[in-house]
């Protein structure tokens, strides 16, 4: 009997998965007594890129990262079962350099070219089919073949095993969206709810209108970018001209800040030992706590004790004049000391005369705590000067102790992938200080600034609908209201099960399959099969993804970082070879589809 795997979703996740199954299919598939294999793929969009890198959006979109920083294969860092197989990263592949900021355009074609790849690597027998439909739902016991019902299919899909890879997820709206979405209704306004920021019907806002907009990442940057250059303005230098198109952006959110600039600068001299102060035996304390651990109270030290570790391992070791005591003195007694206690403060105070120069996470986070401005125009100032102040820094070599903290998060990521997942809080943080946008994109939001097309809101921002309008207010500017009649959250929906547009995970979650207290699958987190409420991994069913407690740092991985992503697509693929390799399986022929 053919055997069968059914990907639900087959984007870069699936993509990731399909190369390391053609990688370890010499050692897991060959010479066994599997007679064939079918692989389908169900995703509406084209296989490689999926929905978010597909190749029809904008060409104005970039992707977030150096092309440099972008690579879809292995290399010795990663620690991994299965083989190496190198490849070239996104600027090897296209020739371009390094460091631009290429095009989603550019990097569809990139990964189509790597689908097509892992499907040539994959073994005589193994056959892969595109199914640009959507799955409904997946039924079948542990014992059982599963079936999977596919829009438009008459006959389900019966597969042997079921990956469901599905990346970002459409939703439904929460409580709070479903009052303004119906308030707007009402009023005759405009409510745009969390989206995919290429997929959002923007042309309901008007020229030269006022909009509010929630949400100050990496969906606003699309957003800024759709409305302005997408509607015919343009750039000399840093000044934008409009074109006249343009509705009038009052950005803020919790922060009040854009997330901060990728860093201009490569790294140089000894990189900071990494992991330090929470690796796998840190880790396993962790897991083998009575009760549990809480992420705030026993993971969040470590974090704060690890990024510091990297942090002052660069100043001391490529800034020693900026420090008053030896790295080995200071190391010594940083290890001594507790996260956050008062002895470490001291120190650090210590040691490190300039307080610029000392790593302060708290007020990272909350970079406009405490701040007031008596005038509108005050605080357009005061956030430019922010903004200008950030690019300046994020491409100055001389603060190179935030690349190392940004070594150090790349490090924690990886770590945290065993303990679960720890919630949006750290996945925002990450993204805040790690993930934000190319300084290009900083250069622009300076000149709508200047151009008056954008506008700052300041942080912890309120937004209530009454009166028939919808107005926002934030205590960085006390008293000052702005009206629109139109409010946009830029931001992508939440990932949970409850609330997920996609009818599959719709229906497990009715089902009561296993969730986290945040509303994601629960997943093995040695291979990524599907929990039950009892916490039993179902032994025929994977998932791996933003919708799981497997989520990782992003779609792609930076060359050389033992990447946390690499890690679970080798063990997962490992899984379903060796599940397909050694299982007896009973079930009905998969139909010819």
């Given at each position: 009997?053919?055997?069968s ?44 890129g ?20 972008v690579?879809?294969?292995t ?33 569809s ?28 739902r997946?039924?079948?016991?542990h ?38 979405a ?25 020229p ?32 934008y ?33 990494l992991p ?7 880790v ?43 790295w080995?003195d ?102 805040y ?28 921002v309120?937004v ?38 996609d ?6 979650h009715a089902?009561?399959?296993g ?6 699958l ?21 998932a791996?993804g933003?919708?799981t ?6 779609a792609?991985?930076r060359?050389?970082t ?13 899984a379903?070879l ?16």
């Amino acid at each position: 009997m053919r055997r069968s795997l059914v990907f639900v979703g087959a984007g870069p996740r699936g993509t990731g998965i399909l190369e390391r199954i053609a990688a370890n299919a010499p050692e897991l598939y060959e010479g066994s007594d599997v007679d064939g294999l079918d692989i389908h793929l169900v995703d509406p969009h084209p296989p490689g890129g999926g929905r978010v890198w597909r190749a029809d959006q904008s060409p104005l979109l970039w992707m977030n990262s150096q092309a440099q920083d972008v690579t879809m294969f292995t290399d010795e860092t990663v620690e991994l079962t299965g083989p190496v197989v190198p490849g070239p990263a996104l600027h090897e592949w296209s020739g371009r350099d390094g460091r631009d900021f290429l095009s989603r355009h550019e990097q569809s074609a990139y990964m189509r070219w790597v689908y097509e790849q892992a499907v040539a690597a994959l073994p005589e027998g193994i056959t892969v089919h595109h199914h640009p439909r959507r799955a409904l739902r997946v039924t079948g016991g542990h014992d059982t073949r599963q079936d999977v019902f596919v829009e438009g299919l008459d006959e389900p899909i019966a597969a042997d095993l079921v990956l469901l890879l599905q990346g970002h997820l459409d939703a439904e709206l929460d409580d709070e969206q479903t009052e303004l979405a119906a308030y707007a209704e009402r009023n005759g306004l405009v409510h745009l709810p969390p989206d995919f920021t290429a997929d959002s019907d923007l042309s309901r806002l008007a020229p030269g209108a006022p909009v509010l907009v929630r949400g100050f990442g990496l969906a606003f940057v699309d957003l800024m970018v759709l409305l302005t250059e997408g509607r015919g303005g343009r750039y000399e230098g840093d000044t934008y001209h409009p074109s006249g198109r343009e509705p009038v952006l009052h950005v803020g959110s919790r922060r009040g800040v854009p997330y901060h600039s990728k860093i201009g600068y490569d790294w140089t001299g000894e990189r900071p030992p990494l992991p330090r102060y929470l690796g796998p035996a840190e880790v396993d304390a962790l897991l083998a706590r009575p009760g549990g651990h809480d992420f705030r109270r026993d993971v969040w030290p470590l974090i704060e004790k690890e990024l510091g570790f990297a942090h002052y391992h660069r100043l001391f070791t490529a800034h020693p004049g900026r420090t008053r005591i030896a790295w080995a003195d200071f190391d010594e007694k940083y290890e001594a000391c507790a996260p956050g206690s008062p002895e470490l403060d001291a120190l650090v105070a210590s040691a490190v005369p300039d307080p610029a120069d000392r790593l302060d996470l708290t007020a990272l986070d909350h970079p406009l705590s405490g701040v007031r401005h008596t005038s509108y125009e005050a605080l357009q100032d005061g956030l430019r000067g922010y903004i200008t102040d950030d690019l300046a820094r994020r491409h100055d070599p001389g603060h190179s102790p935030d690349l190392a903290v940004f070594l150090g998060l790349l490090s924690v990521y990886g770590q945290l992938v065993r303990l679960g997942d720890p919630g949006d809080w750290w996945h925002g943080f990450f993204s805040y200080l790690a993930s934000g946008p190319p300084g290009p994109r900083l250069r622009q939001l300076l000149a709508l600034s200047r151009a008056g097309i954008v506008r700052f809101l300041g942080a912890d921002v309120r937004v209530s609908a009454e009166d028939g309008v919808f107005r926002a207010q934030s205590p960085t500017l006390p008293g000052h209201v702005t009206e629109a009649r139109a409010l946009v959250e830029a931001r992508l929906p939440q990932p949970t099960l409850a609330r997920a547009r996609d009818p599959l995970l719709r229906a497990l979650h009715a089902e009561g399959v296993g969730e986290t207290p945040a509303g994601l699958l629960a997943v093995d987190p040695a291979d990524g099969r599907i929990l039950d409420r009892a916490g039993v991994p179902h032994p025929r069913r994977f998932a791996l993804g933003p919708h799981t407690d497997a989520r990782g740092a992003g779609a792609f991985t930076r060359p050389r970082t033992n990447s946390p992503t690499f890690r679970q697509n080798d063990a997962t693929a490992r899984a379903v070879l060796d599940f397909l390799r050694t299982s007896t399986t009973r079930g009905t022929h998969v139909p010819d589809q």
